[in-house]
């Protein structure tokens, strides 16, 4: 399973960003989500969708991100809004496979929130 993540950048605070995020053809998923890991930092989850529509979001983030998985095309989008300098990480695509529950992981992007 390869997961190609996209849309990362430089964003002054209050601003926006969407990432993207596409698994390759063949494969089924539970679960689709956004992992960050801020410099000197573990990796953190962002948010997570699950193929019955249910999300989760890491309380730093609710109310300003929004996760959504379209798990027929294999993909998962994060829209950041009100970006904050703190948000600043590189951001990891994850899938979780249905049966096997094996969990794959995305090459990163870069988000940096700075003016």
């Known amino acids: 399973v390869q997961l190609q993540a996209s849309g990362g950048g430089l964003v002054q605070p209050g601003g926006s960003l969407r990432l993207s995020c596409q698994a390759s053809r063949g494969f089924s998923f539970k679960a689709m989500g956004w992992y960050r890991q801020a410099p000197g930092k573990q990796r953190e989850l962002v948010a997570i969708?699950?193929?019955?529509?249910?999300?989760n979001y890491a309380e730093s983030v609710k109310g300003r991100f929004t996760i959504s998985g379209d798990f027929g095309k294999r993909t998962v989008d994060l829209q950041m809004n009100k970006l904050k300098p703190e948000d600043t990480a590189v951001y990891y695509c994850?899938?979780?496979?249905?049966?096997?529950?094996?969990?794959?992981w995305g090459q990163g992007t870069l988000v940096t929130v700075s003016s």
């Open positions: 969708v699950e193929s019955d529509g249910s999300a």
């Open positions: 994850q899938a979780e496979r249905i049966i096997t529950r094996l969990i794959y």
